[in-house]
Structure formats: C-alpha cells, structure tokens
C-alpha cells in the first residue's frame, strides 16, 4: 500500500506466489505494487536484513527554532494558531524561506497531537419519540430578501422534532424575544397536532439581553408558564455552547440552504407583500415534512395532546394616547384616531402587529414598528388619523416630525417634493393635504396615486378642482334622499285579508 513499507512477510509471502504466478499476479496478491515485485526480484534480501534507510534529504529548516522557540510560543499560548507563529518566526528570522509554512504547520500539528491539551468530546445523543423538540432563531439577512423592493431585516424562528425532523418555520420581523418564541412555538405545536415531553432553546440569550434583573426573571416566568401549558418540560443548552442544539443547529443550514435554492429556481429574491414571502416559505417546509412524512405519522402517536386552546403569545402593555393624536411604545410612536386623546389604551404587541383595546373592546390593529439600531425612534402613522386636522393647519406639513411616513405611497411623497421645487411652500403644503384629504374621502387612495404619477411624468401639476371631478361627486354636495316610510295599518289590512281567505 502507498506511504507503508514493505513487510518481511509479505517479501516471503511474494517469492512463494511468483513460483506459481506471473509477477503481476503475485505482487496483487501480496498486497505490493509491480514496481517493488521487480525490485525485489533484483534484490531478495529481507527487509530486515537490508541496511536501515538514511535520514533527511536535505537540511532541516526548523531544526534551531522549533524546540527553542516553538515549543514555549505552544506551551504559553495553547490556542494560538500555526499561522501566527510562521509569522512571527518569519519576523524574528528574516533568513528563513517562506515556503516552510507546511513543515510548520504539520510538526506543531503533531507536537499538539502528543503533548497537547485534551479537546472537548461531543456525545452524541439518543433521541426517541416524542420526547425532545428545539427551538432557535436564524438570521436571513445573507439570502438578500426585498419585499416590494425593499430590503427585509428579519429572522426565521426553526422548530424540529429531534426524532422524526419535523420542521416548521415562521419568518420574525424583529428580533429574538419571548413574542416571537410563543408564537412560532405554538404555531408549531399546533400545526403538528401535539406537544413533545421536553423543549430545549437557547437560554433566549437575545432576548435577555440589556433586561434588567426583574425583566429577566420575569421573561424566564413567563416562559416556564408558556410551557406548562403545553405540558413540556423546558430545557435549556449551556450559553455559547451551540453543539449542545446540534439537532437544530445543523437543520438551519440545509433549511437555508433549500430556501436559496428555491430563490435561485424562482429567478428572484423578491415579493410582493409579506404574505407572499411567508407561503414561499410555508411551501419549502411543507416539502421537506413530506419528505419524512412516514416517520413523522410514526412520532404522532408519542405526542402529548395539546390544550383547548392557545396560550398567549404577546405582551400587553397599557398606554396614553397624547394630545400629539397618538402614543409611543418601545422607541416608535402610533398614531390613532384623534378621538382617542386622553384615553388610556390596552395593547398587546405581537410580533408582526399590535393589537389596540380600549376596555375589553377591540378597536384596530396596527402594523408594528421597530426603532433604529443607532437609537433613533421610528414612526407608525395612518394619515387618516390625522388629516381632519392637518386641513384646518396645513402649514404644519412643512416642518412634521413624521413627514416622510405620513404619505401612504410613494406618489404622493414624488408630488410634494415637485410642488415644494415649483410652488410657495404654503401653497405647496395645501395642495399636498387636499391630495390626501381626496384619498381618504373619496376611497381612491391607489386610483390617485396613479394618476399623480402620470401628472408628473408628463410635467405637469396637479389640478386639485379636476382630480375632484375625475374621483366622483363632492359628498357635500349629494342630494339629500328623503324616504317615507308606510303607514303599518297597511301590513294589519294585508295580514287581516290574508287571513280571511286561508279560512275561506
């Protein structure tokens, strides 16, 4: 065999098949190549009888420096890497060639091989049936996914059986908290139709982060309680040890690696809403699930039956909405209908959304928004909320705090910066509110938008009395319809003569 020496056996083993054999066939059967057959033809000395081989080539070039200089760098600095000693030999002896990088590597390879540090052992684990289920968040943000043409920061929340690799997936707009966690776990549960004996995360570390003392414990409560509802145990891998998640940890890479090769087939990164990249999403888990289809029918039946119903998978906050016609929550500010000035409001913050009570009573859902990386607040704002009092001032367009989020499309963002460009900024300011004012009225939000737009293309300014007339009649000016209702002794006449001719 290459790289081993020729064995007194196998010599002996050789000259007794080579009296029966050709010499090709007995160097096979030997285990030795035709050139070392012919070799030993010329010379039938045993191996052990021929004189020992001779040593090196040539010089070794770390024969002065390796135990002298080497060996201590290895000794104080366990974890250091061959790369840095080659250049740091290479600083300290200008005269050494560049090309002993190899040699240096493979002989402090060997060195840590015999005299160093015992490494860390993974053990690998037995799973059974509907005992174990992970969870764990992934970033996405090297897929380069746009929604609308807009880049889309988010994570993916992966749930998997450890068993059977059922997977389920659900994309989260923020990052890790116990709101994404609850929910993406119970969508999980529930689309598998049962709940495992344990659940393992990763301590939630991101979502711990930057909480204080009372927060944390009251995230952790809050979790314990999230799964003792579904009756599973919570448990939790040693923080920075990934290893210990290994039945996830390696599923998000052939998950991301599935979802960008579906990308490349579909010949674009980008959707048209949310709700498109979510069933993009949904369908590749869907595939893989049918995939291990039968072991997952096979796990099913290990599975704790879930509760009635769903836990909650929000937080709930009470705020006051300012006279600034709205409120602030986590670095964003919301606007609502001004009629709710004063009022104090219940919130629950999902994700993806947040839900706006007063009292028991439902009133909207918000979209929700996160504040900047650099510490600057975002803003969440409806113009509807808003343009009943933005008509009585509309000077206050030119200086608002959220300008840029109060147009509901970019049409309308285009023309404001056209009329400012052409126009006195009052006039301009006007002009732009009555556009808004003719959407929320008229309901034509995206039919003006268009229409903006070929304005513009064409050069020209938009003619607010002609816009107007286009979109339909001034609701001021309908006709008031007047209905008289009918006299009821008229039903009694009817049922009465009804009546009569059943008897007849």
Same mark, same amino acid.
């Given at each position: 065999?290459?790289?081993?020496?020729?064995?007194?056996?196998?010599?002996?083993?050789?000259?007794?098949?080579?009296?029966?054999?050709?010499?090709?066939?007995?160097?096979?059967?030997?285990? #030795?190549?035709?050139?070392?057959?012919?070799?030993?033809?010329?010379?039938?000395?045993?191996?052990?009888? +021929?004189?020992?081989?001779?040593?090196?080539?040539?010089?070794? !070039?770390?024969?002065? *420096?390796?135990?002298?200089?080497?060996?201590? /760098?290895?000794?104080?600095?366990? %974890?250091?890497?061959?790369?840095?000693?080659?250049?740091?030999?290479?600083?300290?002896?200008?005269?050494?060639?560049? =090309?002993?990088?190899?040699?240096?590597?493979?002989?402090?390879?060997?060195?840590?091989? *015999?005299?160093?540090?015992?490494?860390?052992?993974?053990?690998?684990?037995?799973?059974?049936?509907?005992?174990?289920?992970?969870?764990?968040?992934?970033?996405?943000?090297?897929?380069?996914?746009?929604?609308? %043409?807009?880049?889309?920061?988010? /994570?993916?929340?992966?749930?998997?059986?450890?068993?059977?690799?059922?997977?389920?997936?659900?994309?989260?707009?923020?990052?890790?908290?116990?709101?994404?966690?609850?929910?993406?776990?119970?969508?999980?549960?529930?689309?598998?139709?049962?709940?495992?004996?344990?659940?393992?995360?990763?301590?939630?570390?991101?979502?711990?982060?930057?909480?204080?003392?009372?927060?944390?414990?009251?995230?952790?409560?809050?979790?314990?309680?999230?799964?003792?509802?579904?009756?599973?145990?919570?448990?939790?891998?040693?923080?920075?040890?990934?290893?210990?998640?290994?039945?996830?940890?390696?599923?998000?890479?052939?998950?991301?690696?599935?979802?960008?090769?579906?990308?490349?087939?579909?010949?674009?990164?980008?959707?048209?809403?949310?709700?498109?990249?979510?069933?993009?999403?949904?369908?590749?888990?869907?595939?893989?699930?049918?995939?291990?289809?039968?072991?997952?029918?096979?796990?099913?039946?290990?599975?704790?039956?879930?509760?009635?119903?769903?836990?909650?998978?929000?937080?709930?906050?009470?705020?006051?909405?300012?006279?600034?016609?709205?409120?602030?929550?986590?670095?964003?500010?919301?606007?609502?209908?001004?009629?709710?000035?004063?009022?104090?409001?219940?919130?629950?913050?999902?994700?993806?959304?947040?839900?706006?009570?007063?009292?028991?009573?439902?009133?909207?859902?918000? !979209?929700? =928004?996160?504040?900047?990386?650099?510490?600057?607040?975002?803003?969440?704002?409806?113009?509807?909320?808003?343009?009943?009092?933005?008509? @009585? +001032?509309?000077?206050?367009?030119?200086?608002?705090?959220?300008?840029? @989020?109060?147009? !509901?499309?970019?049409?309308?963002?285009?023309?404001?910066?056209?009329?400012?460009?052409?126009?006195?900024?009052?006039?301009?300011? @006007? #002009?732009?509110?009555?556009?808004?004012?003719?959407?929320?009225?008229? =309901?034509?939000?995206?039919?003006?938008?268009?229409?903006?737009?070929?304005?513009?293309?064409?050069?020209?300014? !938009?003619?607010?009395?002609?816009?107007?007339?286009?979109?339909?009649?001034?609701?001021?000016?309908?006709?008031?319809?007047?209905?008289?209702?009918?006299?009821?002794?008229?039903?009694?006449?009817?049922? =009465?003569?009804?009546?009569?001719?059943?008897?007849?």
């Amino acid at each position: 065999m290459p790289g081993r020496h020729v064995t007194d056996h196998q010599m002996r083993l050789f000259m007794k098949l080579r009296q029966e054999h050709t010499t090709e066939v007995a160097a096979a059967k030997a285990s #030795i190549s035709r050139a070392t057959a012919y070799r030993i033809k010329k010379n039938p000395d045993l191996p052990s009888q +021929k004189q020992k081989a001779r040593g090196r080539r040539r010089p070794d !070039p770390l024969e002065h *420096i390796f135990d002298a200089e080497v060996v201590p /760098l290895l000794k104080a600095a366990p %974890g250091i890497r061959a790369v840095a000693i080659y250049e740091e030999m290479l600083r300290r002896h200008p005269d050494l060639s560049e =090309g002993i990088r190899r040699t240096l590597e493979r002989r402090i390879r060997s060195w840590r091989a *015999i005299h160093g540090e015992e490494q860390e052992v993974i053990f690998r684990q037995l799973h059974e049936p509907g005992r174990l289920g992970l969870s764990d968040f992934t970033d996405m943000s090297s897929l380069g996914i746009t929604i609308a %043409g807009q880049p889309l920061d988010h /994570l993916l929340y992966h749930f998997r059986l450890a068993w059977s690799g059922f997977e389920h997936a659900h994309v989260i707009l923020g990052g890790e908290s116990f709101v994404a966690l609850a929910e993406g776990l119970q969508n999980a549960l529930w689309s598998l139709g049962g709940a495992p004996l344990y659940h393992r995360s990763d301590s939630l570390s991101a979502a711990f982060r930057n909480l204080s003392a009372d927060a944390k414990e009251d995230l952790t409560h809050r979790y314990e309680e999230l799964c003792a509802h579904y009756r599973m145990t919570p448990t939790r891998n040693n923080k920075g040890v990934a290893h210990e998640n290994g039945a996830i940890e390696s599923a998000h890479g052939h998950l991301k690696d599935a979802i960008r090769d579906a990308l490349l087939m579909r010949g674009s990164k980008d959707f048209d809403d949310l709700g498109a990249y979510r069933a993009f999403i949904d369908e590749i888990v869907s595939r893989h699930n049918a995939n291990h289809g039968k072991r997952i029918d096979a796990e099913r039946p290990h599975l704790q039956e879930l509760p009635d119903r769903r836990t909650s998978d929000f937080e709930e906050v009470v705020v006051n909405v300012s006279r600034t016609g709205g409120f602030t929550l986590r670095k964003v500010f919301y606007t609502v209908p001004s009629r709710l000035i004063g009022h104090r409001l219940r919130v629950r913050l999902f994700d993806d959304r947040l839900e706006v009570f007063v009292g028991g009573t439902q009133l909207m859902t918000l !979209p929700r =928004g996160r504040g900047h990386a650099d510490g600057r607040h975002d803003q969440v704002v409806n113009y509807r909320h808003v343009i009943h009092s933005l008509r @009585k +001032k509309p000077m206050a367009l030119l200086n608002l705090v959220y300008r840029d @989020k109060l147009f !509901p499309r970019q049409e309308y963002r285009r023309t404001f910066d056209v009329l400012m460009e052409r126009l006195p900024d009052r006039q301009a300011c @006007k #002009i732009t509110v009555e556009l808004l004012a003719l959407a929320h009225d008229r =309901g034509c939000e995206r039919e003006l938008a268009e229409q903006l737009a070929e304005i513009l293309d064409a050069g020209d300014l !938009p003619d607010i009395a002609a816009l107007r007339t286009l979109f339909g009649p001034d609701p001021a000016r309908l006709p008031t319809v007047s209905v008289q209702l009918a006299c009821l002794n008229g039903y009694e006449a009817l049922i =009465g003569t009804a009546y009569t001719g059943e008897v007849a």
